[in-house]
């Protein structure tokens, strides 16, 4: 089979690399770790649609790519930091599920994913099809994550990072959503996150802990 | 091609790879003692060592058998034959149908199981500690090798190393993402079975922190010598496994003299760059406590099938 | 222009309470915009109905007889909730529950999610469809955890954590969707406007539009309250400030079934099969049965009620599952008495529970005894939502039960099961407390129980007589769902 084209190959390795960030982020245990893992996730999101903008000749991506960078990569990991190092929170207690047994399930979905998309990925006509699995395998990563995790701050990361994965599936099959819808989305992961910090603020004042331990007491009585 | 030259070529290569083992060793002290900030004992120090050895009485226990007696041995034969047919130099030497990537991966198994044998052979506590660590990190280590070998394998379509170095480094430059998993995971590999930090630490005295060295404490003079001298043989056997595959550009074509002086210079570029690196990773890391190794090894045996899940994705 | 107002005042009433929201006269101000928007959705729809659809604004805006008459209804309840709220948060501010910063983020809040909905209801691109749903949850999330307690918190933070998510996965199904109609439409925005995609249905690719609809029934589906996914329903109503609880049951709730049957209608169009309708009617019975018996082991009036919302939603999506004339002119009328019945419910509820100072059912008695004003409109809310004769909820039950009977014979004993374990569940319960000794306290402002009495009595009408514009409405609205 001939050779990709050198962005497409570029392409897939920026898509590669999310997979691998999306693990990495798994298997974190410092948060620190984990919001430079996600800005990180955001900065190879940025050089991929930079890259697609560019072979493809879609100017919007730019403008995209630029919204991904300020927001993603600069405003919001300052925010989580910012966040962190108020509620003085470094560390998560230990996963609900081991990390051994959290990769195995990881690698599980991430088969799971691929087979999902295959078809969608086989009628799609951008240069970036094959990368819709790597999307979904992101998002469904990214939930994992939500669900494995004992602290909120984790749980939150992994809802952001599940955004990514999202955008990244919407580049890869459609050349991004229009520009008015990105920016509404942008506009809500924003105040999402705002809110979120707010939240913590309450829900450490109430608990004296961020542990989700502590919001599981409403069940069925 | 012709015989003649390729047995030279394959001669040369083997006494060449032998020969530069301890020197790879000692680049390696060497780089992590500047990192550290001391003197070091120079790059030679492991001759000096292998030296010194060579010249002892060996001693052994009353109570050691046959085995234990040719382990240093079948060790030093088995990781000369991988060193000697792993293209390091240039493809299609008279050996290269033998340098099969699973074969490679049985001959690193069969050197194991006796130097565990032997380190049991004896009966101190220390050797059987060893031992059992030493199984336990290679049962975890090899499913993950192999799947790195595996994605390299996918992408060339077979599983000899000549013809896998020919399809990455002699035809045009493709980026291959999934190779990118499989160089992660085969580093993960290459740390944990050459007894590195963060998995062991070659320069420990704590008998208890030990997995490689407990095994053995009870050889002395020339065994140790051949030991010691197959575990530089060892590492070199890895690092150049990973520049076939990983970094496989300068390798020469059979027959190419030109070309051989060239694949010369750029092995000796890329091992120092491979030892600086690796003693880079070692000054940065710490020793893992053993019960997490299996996290370890289970990261990079689910990486490396990340990388042939990426491979059937994005790249069929 | 009056889609300019219906939209422009709850964004310039969420910005200027924002700042004033705790001044003495703020509820005053929160109503008298609430009012305003009343206004100007009454003049659209008085447009609406002499003109026929609207294509607004380089059409990015679609009011059509379906949503404008949700737009209507929405503007009507947010209207009448601002009444009630208004003495309901002056008690709360007195008792020392709320401080002023919090009455501020209140009333702010409330007119922001006035605007949200309406925009949501109001807006022709599904993808800002999509924004306005999660800035929705967003504007009542900090809302549901307004009185800081441990429960309300955690309330919350369910709320916020399983909304975003399910909102996520509604957002991969927006993408799937846009992904299909480019390949007809091209791209920009035009592909993503529900009019043209609604021409071109026939041609989208099905199989993405199968996967689509599944990810935007699942995600959508969550705010719906639709069981496995209501987790985070009984804890949001029942932990929030009651006014919040109210627009949540009566309001969110029919905003996001708004959107699954809006999806529905292109699905259906693209793929010829019911596989959408047969998916919601597995939902919606689902929710039905699953709520039904879980109503009995409640303690909390607010939970019980909340899951009796679950129970309707899964009522409504049935109908809207099973398609047809009769089914979906009934989950319209559905949707109208539902919200009606429940906010009422949840004005009673919220002035009984400040009353006796507690939520548990087993602590409240004898409020006919104490006041009855309160202790007949829950007896008389409660049965209405229960689905007695002569009120609208009958009405709307009985079309839906023959339609199943008709269509879907096999699901009818289900229903008629569940509705009836609805009813012995709610009605034993709400019976103690109605009836007995009193045992609470006067309250120190007089409730607002008047919009208590307004919906029960358009319900009751409803019931009896439906005016014919009204079903007419209806009837148009439901040929364009099909």
């Known amino acids: ?221 | 091609m012709n015989v003649a030259s390729g047995i030279v070529f394959q001669v040369l290569q083997s006494v060449l790879v032998v020969l530069i083992a301890p020197l790879m060793l000692g680049w390696v002290n060497q780089c992590r003692a500047w990192l550290q900030n001391r003197s070091g004992a120079g790059i030679w120090q492991p001759y000096r060592v292998l030296r010194k050895l060579f010249h002892k009485d060996a001693v052994l226990a009353h109570n050691a058998s046959p085995l234990f007696r040719c382990t240093p041995y079948i060790l030093f034969g088995c990781m000369w034959l991988a060193v000697g047919i792993v293209p390091v130099l240039a493809t299609d030497l008279p050996f290269a149908p033998a340098a099969d990537v699973i074969a490679l991966v049985g001959l690193f198994a069969l050197a194991r199981v006796f130097i565990s044998l032997a380190g049991m052979d004896v009966g101190t506590s220390f050797g059987t500690l060893g031992a059992r660590r030493e199984m336990m990190i290679g049962f975890l280590a090899e499913p993950a090798l192999l799947m790195a070998l595996f994605t390299a394998s996918l992408i060339s379509h077979s599983t000899s190393l000549p013809t896998i170095v020919d399809a990455l480094g002699h035809r045009q430059f493709v980026i291959y993402p999934s190779m990118a998993f499989a160089a992660i995971a085969f580093l993960m590999v290459l740390l944990a079975e050459n007894a590195r930090i963060p998995i062991d630490n070659p320069s420990t005295h704590l008998e208890l922190t030990m997995i490689h060295e407990a095994m053995i404490l009870e050889y002395s003079a020339r065994h140790l010598a051949l030991i010691e001298w197959a575990a530089s043989l060892k590492l070199t056997a890895y690092i150049t496994i990973g520049i076939a595959m990983f970094l496989p550009w300068g390798i020469a074509r059979a027959g190419d003299w030109f070309g051989l002086l060239i694949a010369l210079a750029a092995l000796v570029a890329k091992l120092a760059l491979a030892g600086a690196g690796l003693a880079l990773l070692e000054t940065l890391s710490a020793k893992m406590r053993i019960f997490r190794a299996p996290e370890f090894l289970g990261t990079a045996f689910l990486l490396a099938t990340l990388g042939m899940l990426t491979h059937f994705l994005l790249e069929v | 222009m009056e889609l300019l107002l219906v939209l422009g005042v709850p964004f310039a009433g969420g910005i200027v309470l924002a700042f004033w929201g705790h001044r003495a006269f703020a509820p005053e101000l929160n109503s008298g915009m609430s009012l305003l928007t009343l206004l100007a959705a009454a003049a659209l729809t008085a447009r609406v109905i002499a003109d026929g659809p609207l294509l607004v604004w380089n059409e990015n805006f679609f009011v059509d007889p379906f949503n404008v008459f949700l737009v209507a209804l929405t503007a009507f309840v947010a209207f009448t909730t601002s009444l009630f709220s208004r003495p309901y948060m002056r008690i709360e501010a007195q008792t020392g529950k709320l401080s002023p910063n919090r009455l501020r983020l209140y009333h702010s809040m409330f007119q922001m999610f006035s605007f949200t909905m309406l925009l949501a209801l109001l807006t022709n691109n599904v993808g800002i469809l999509w924004v306005a749903m999660e800035a929705a949850t967003l504007t009542t999330v900090l809302l549901v955890s307004l009185y800081r307690t441990p429960a309300s918190l955690e309330a919350a933070w369910k709320y916020f954590i399983l909304c975003g998510v399910g909102i996520a996965q509604a957002l991969f199904g927006t993408i799937l969707l846009y992904f299909a109609a480019e390949k007809v439409l091209g791209p920009g925005g035009t592909a993503l406007l529900w009019t043209h995609l609604n021409d071109v249905k026939g041609e989208l690719e099905p199989t993405v539009l199968g996967l689509a609809f599944v990810f935007l029934l699942v995600g959508y589906g969550t705010k719906v309250g639709l069981a496995p996914l209501h987790n985070w329903l009984p804890d949001a109503h029942a932990e929030g400030p009651t006014p919040i609880s109210a627009v949540l049951s009566g309001l969110l709730l029919n905003v996001a079934l708004y959107a699954v049957v809006r999806a529905k209608v292109l699905v259906e169009g693209a793929l010829g099969t019911h596989f959408a309708g047969n998916l919601m009617m597995g939902f919606g019975l689902l929710s039905v049965v699953v709520a039904a018996f879980l109503l009995s082991r409640q303690k909390d009036i607010k939970r019980l009620f909340a899951y009796s919302s679950v129970e309707h939603m899964g009522l409504m999506t049935f109908a809207f599952g099973m398609g047809g004339a009769l089914a979906t002119f009934a989950g319209l009328l559905h949707m109208t008495v539902h919200s009606l019945t429940k906010s009422a419910i949840f004005f009673a509820v919220g002035h009984a529970a400040q009353k006796s100072g507690t939520q548990i059912m087993e602590d409240i008695k004898g409020l006919i005894e104490s006041n009855p004003t309160i202790g007949w409109g829950l007896m008389i809310g409660s049965l209405a939502i229960l689905g007695m004769p002569p009120f609208g909820v009958f009405a709307s039950e009985f079309m839906l039960l023959t339609a199943a009977m008709h269509q879907q014979p096999w699901a009818t004993p289900f229903l008629l099961v569940a509705l009836g374990v609805a009813f012995s569940a709610i009605f034993g319960k709400v019976q103690p407390m109605v009836f007995g000794a009193a045992s609470a306290a006067r309250l120190p402002h007089p409730p607002a129980l008047m919009p208590v009495f307004v919906h029960l009595a358009i319900v009751l009408l409803l019931g009896l007589y439906i005016p014919p514009y009204l079903a007419e409405w209806y009837r148009q609205a439901a040929t364009l769902i099909g």
């Open chain 1, 1 to 221: 089979m001939p050779p990709l084209a050198f962005s497409s190959q570029l392409i897939n390795l920026f898509a590669a690399l999310l997979l691998l960030l999306g693990f990495a982020m798994l298997t974190q245990r410092r948060i620190l770790s984990l919001i430079n893992l996600f800005a990180l996730q955001g900065f190879v999101l940025v050089l991929s649609t930079a890259v697609v903008a560019y072979s493809t000749n879609q100017g919007h991506l730019y403008y995209s790519a630029l919204l991904t960078l300020l927001l993603k990569v600069l405003f919001l990991p300052w925010i989580l930091h910012r966040l962190i190092r108020a509620l003085n929170v470094r560390w998560d207690v230990e996963p609900l599920i081991n990390i051994p047994a959290t990769m195995l399930i990881g690698i599980v979905l991430v088969i799971f994913a691929f087979n999902l998309a295959t078809p969608i990925s086989q009628i799609a006509g951008t240069i970036t099809k094959s990368t819709l699995g790597i999307a979904t395998a992101t998002i469904l990563l990214a939930f994992l994550m939500m669900i494995t995790r004992r602290k909120a701050v984790s749980q939150v990361i992994g809802f952001l990072a599940m955004e990514n994965g999202l955008f990244f599936a919407a580049t890869s099959t459609t050349y991004g959503m229009p520009m008015v819808v990105e920016l509404g989305i942008a506009l809500d992961v924003l105040v999402a996150t705002l809110i979120f910090g707010v939240f913590f603020f309450h829900i450490r004042e109430t608990f004296e802990s961020l542990d989700i331990h502590h919001l599981e007491k409403l069940k069925e009585r």
